[in-house]
């Protein structure tokens, strides 16, 4: 049959993570709660940076937008989801779905990069602090968080621009929660070869870019916390960069293997575990990890330095307010 005849699709069903309605009310009360934390404890933060003047530096200038960033990643999604536990009808619109799509690639790409500015930060702070000022000024700070926006905005658009082109002509029931590239395109009627290699090309570009500057920062970082002479200080550090690298690993792992693994080997219940991971568990624990365990490694650094200048002695009180304030 020709794609003339066939009816064009003008909306999407859902399906969601579960067709019992017990289960789906269960699962609300669940992501209820999980968007909440979200969304509380990554405004605090904001609040609190924003608030206090002390909290005026990189590290939290960084961890600002990240926030931000994890409020508008996570509302991409979960309020719709929401909404479709408790809804007979679970549809988006063609174009509605279109843009979840954007704005969800404009701020996953985002994300990674504000993730590899702070790593870049750790490893400024942590293995060469007497330069730190000179290596991460004001200057710097802006250009590395407007860096990652513009890059996320135009991994959207690349991707975006070529989904608009796909036609849809049924079915139009997506195995998932929320309208991810992957899914939509095994329901186009039309080829989908250049929007897979699209697809492909700027998530191994984007992803192994952002990865290794992460990765290279770590390697830096850790080999630093294997001279710090305390057995303490050691296990503090290591406590705390292993904070950091779960989440950043989970968060790439999961998104990498579910943007470029085959189309054979999909499964729609892994495929949704990988996506509720990356899309609203890291949200989540980004502030904990963040804003709570980050003194640990610098605060070793900085008693071991003892010509350091004075202003980077203050880290260690800044530290310790923004935790007080936190809990």
């Keep these: 049959m ?19 309605p017990q289960i789906q009310i269960f699962l609300f009360l669940v992501f209820l709660v999980i968007y909440l934390i979200t969304l ?4 605090v933060i904001m609040v609190l940076i924003r608030a206090d003047f002390h909290l005026h530096t ?93 890059t996320g905005f135009f991994y959207a658009l690349i991707n975006t621009v070529f989904a608009l082109e796909l036609h849809f002509c049924g079915p139009n ?45 770590y390697v830096h970082v850790i080999s630093t916390i294997l001279r710090i002479r305390s057995a303490e200080g050691r296990r503090k550090a290591f406590s705390t960069c292993s904070s950091h690298l779960i989440v950043v690993g989970l968060l790439y792992l999961t998104a990498f293997f579910q943007y470029t693994k085959p189309s054979s080997v999909s499964s729609v219940l892994l495929d949704e575990m990988f996506s509720v991971q990356y899309s609203i568990l890291t949200p989540m624990l980004n502030p904990i990890i963040y804003s709570l365990k980050n003194k640990e490694v610098k605060t070793e650094k900085l008693r071991e330095s003892s010509h350091i200048p004075v202003v980077k002695a203050h880290v260690w009180d800044l530290f310790k307010y923004f935790s007080s304030s936190s809990t």
């Design 173 to 217: 029931q997506i195995s998932h929660f929320c309208c991810e590239l992957p899914p939509l395109l095994q329901l186009s009627c039309t080829d989908i070869l250049t929007n897979q290699m699209v697809l492909l090309t700027s998530v191994v570009i984007l992803g192994s870019s952002s990865f290794l500057f992460t990765l290279i920062s």
């Design 40 to 43: 509380v404890g990554n405004i």
């Design 58 to 150: 990189p590290m939290y200038f960084f961890l600002f937008h990240l926030s931000f960033v994890d409020i508008c990643y996570s509302s991409v999604t979960v309020p719709n989801m929401l909404m479709n536990f408790l809804a007979d009808h679970k549809t988006i619109s063609v174009n509605g779905c279109i843009a979840q799509m954007f704005f969800f690639f404009l701020l996953a790409g985002t994300e990674v990069f504000i993730l590899s500015a702070m790593a870049y930060d750790r490893y400024a702070a942590i293995c060469d602090p007497l330069h730190y000022v000179d290596a991460i000024n004001k200057e710097i700070w802006v250009q590395l968080v407007s860096g990652a926006w513009i």
């Design 2 to 20: 020709s794609m003339e005849n066939q009816t064009a699709v003008t909306e999407f069903i859902l399906l969601g993570l579960s067709s019992e």
